[in-house]
């Protein structure tokens, strides 16, 4: 299985052992910074599913200032150990799910209510995984070793389930403007 994981992460990563955890002393398939990056994806969904919080503006701009983060670790202005790596691949996992989410998670819970003071438990949780991913990397032994390469996976495919849900919402919407400009087909 886990030479599985090594090719298909070998699609979106660079596996750089010398940036790659190692927990139970076992190099994980993916980097510090992807470790960071689909783990942080995948918790990202959970806890958007879990407490479906209101994109109001302040959502929107934390989520873009999560993914523009990115930008001085990504280009190494800044100077980094493996902690790092991992926390600024986390945000900007949560950046990206964040924004992804807006789209179809409008759709999909358009008529629900949103769950009453969940922001404060959803932003709890969230700081919490920040500690409790690279802390699994580090110390986590063979239980991270074999738990980590499951939600980054998730993490990989919950990313690209939101890109192909976005890319439908958008088409549907592409259609449905050609649909009111054109009229209504005629036989």
Known sequence: MNDLMQQIFSLVCGQNPAHTWAPGGELLPFCQRCTGFYVGAAL????LLRFRPIPNARYCWLHVLLVLM???FGFHLVSQDAVLRTLSGQWFGFGVVGLLWLLPGEKIFAKSKPIPRSRKVHILLAVTSLVLVPAAARWGGAAAHA?????ALAGLVAIAGL????AA?????????L???IGPATP
Request: charged share 10%.
């Open 44 to 47: 990202a969904l959970i806890l």
């Open 163 to 166: 890109v192909l849900s976005n």
């Open 147 to 151: 738990v980590l390469p499951w939600f």
């Open 70 to 72: 990115m930008a001085p």
């Open 179 to 181: 649909r009111r400009r």
């Open 169 to 177: 919402v958008f088409l549907a919407g592409v259609f449905a403007w």
